[in-house]
């Protein structure tokens, strides 16, 4: 698991560029989506995204990971149901 702050701005192309000390990366989502294919590479299965530096309203970034960026990168399944007993 790991986690990144974003800025994903509106432009798909613009290029992964570190801020405030290489604590936010201000990136389109074609730089997201290399970036989440190179921690795949290595090993990761899970990321988390904080987004609360983002200049673009939060409903719209999450709107375009929904549709643009998470369909590539689809759910690993999970552990079968245990049953309840009661």
Known sequence: MTNEWIDLVDDPGYPRTPLHGGYVLRTGRRGLMALLEEWQA?????????????????????????????????????????????
């Open 42 to 86: 290595a090993g990761v299965n899970h990321a988390a995204f904080g987004i609360q530096f983002s200049q673009r309203p939060p409903a719209e970034v999450l709107k375009e990971l929904a549709r643009e960026v998470l369909p590539h990168f689809p759910s690993h399944e999970g552990p079968s149901a245990a049953s309840a007993v009661w």
